[in-house]
């Protein structure tokens, strides 16, 4: 993640904020130039980016606006047209039940992680519309409480219905307790996970999605070369063994966690999203002046710097008292894993690349 500068003062303005900090100028995202901005209040509710090179005329996104969850514009042109959520909201199919207390933190945490993500797949240049015409399959999140009251049906669940976090078919549902600090430490230390945050579930999911949109059906066979037969055994019964018998005492050679090893389409998931989880590291790293370079098109330089850079936050975490910033361990298997990964996403991006020039 970068920093933006705030065009009044030339504060440091962060990804979340809705305000500059040093000059109170309200500031959110512009879909004009892309980033983090001041902005200038105008008659009729509307904005302008102060950027000399912008100046697009922004509505604040309706999640913005009113729910507090949001920190996107859209553009004048947009709101005319009767949009009334920004590029990031739009993908949401279920918000959670606000009328439940804590709801509305937990689902401002979750928008937080996602806009986080949507940030890191447009570095890589990665598709994710929303529209069933640009997209098969679309892409669309839900945020569900495992048992919420029979009033407001149309956010929720059925009555009592645990809700399982994970994708199908383009449509990516996270359950709303992993935006509760207390429930998802227990679930973590009940799972013996290393790691269980917001971002990365969202960073999980997303690899589910971008198999099933990059993969299936046009490159399986290499795949399954690199990662083994989806097909065999089938997913359930792959579940279950995992439950009843645990991961292979050696999974760490092979696997970045225990639960990759549950089914090829959990360990490509889990992969993709470490490799994420990588690209993030590194940008930030470049950004803030911690390495000369952020994310780079040489998966051997990415994985050297980010080696060194995992080493000293490893540390420093534990200089804190923290987990492990970097648990996972890279061992050539799990190398050749990610050079799969990254040569995916550099054909997806160099081919969105190829349709924008067809375009332009
Ligand atoms: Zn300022
Ligand atoms: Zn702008
Ligand atoms: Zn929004
Ligand atoms: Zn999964």
Not at 37 to 47: K, L, P
Not at 118 to 134: A, C, I, N, Q, R
Not at 167 to 196: C, Q, S, W, Y
Not at 313 to 340: C, H, Q, S, W
Request: charged share 25%; with cysteine.
């Amino acid at each position: 993640m970068r920093h933006y500068p705030c065009h009044r003062c030339d504060n440091r303005l962060f990804f979340d904020n809705t305000q500059c900090l040093v000059c109170a100028t309200e500031v959110g995202w512009c879909p004009g130039c892309n980033a983090l901005v001041a902005m200038e209040r105008q008659a009729n509710g509307r904005y302008r980016c102060v950027d000399d090179g912008c100046g697009t005329l922004l509505v604040k996104c309706h999640n913005y606006a009113v729910e507090g969850v949001c920190n996107r514009m859209l553009t004048a042109q947009e709101a005319d047209q009767g949009i009334t959520l920004c590029d990031c909201c739009r993908h949401n199919r279920a918000i959670p039940d606000l009328s439940i207390e804590g709801h509305r933190e937990r689902w401002a945490k979750l928008e937080s992680a996602k806009r986080r993500l949507f940030y890191t797949l447009d570095l890589l240049g990665l598709p994710h519309e929303v529209s069933p015409d640009k997209a098969d399959p679309p892409l669309s999140f839900s945020f569900l409480a495992d048992e919420l009251p029979v009033e407001g049906g149309w956010h929720s669940s059925e009555e009592g219905m645990p809700v399982f976090t994970g994708h199908a078919g383009g449509h990516i549902t996270i359950n709303v307790k992993e935006a509760d600090d207390v429930e998802r430490e227990r679930l973590r230390t009940d799972f013996n996970e290393a790691h269980r945050t917001l971002i990365g579930h969202f960073r999980h999911e997303i690899g589910h999605y971008y198999w099933e949109l990059l993969i299936k059906g046009r490159v399986e066979d290499a795949c399954i070369a690199v990662f083994g037969d989806h097909r065999h055994p089938s997913y359930s019964d792959a579940l279950e063994r995992h439950y009843q018998q645990g991961p292979p005492a050696d999974w760490r050679e092979h696997h970045l966690s225990a639960y990759a090893t549950m089914h090829p389409w959990e360990d490509f998931a889990e992969t993709f999203g470490f490799y994420l989880d990588m690209v993030a590291i590194l940008d930030t790293a470049g950004h803030f002046g911690i390495t000369p370079t952020g994310f780079d098109e040489d998966l051997d330089a990415m994985l050297y710097t980010f080696g060194r850079l995992s080493l000293g936050f490893n540390e420093m975490n534990r200089e804190m008292g923290l987990l492990d910033l970097v648990p996972e361990v890279i061992t050539p298997t799990i190398a050749a894993k990610l050079r799969y990964v990254h040569e995916m996403v550099l054909s997806a991006r160099h081919a969105d690349a190829a349709s924008q020039q067809t375009l332009a």
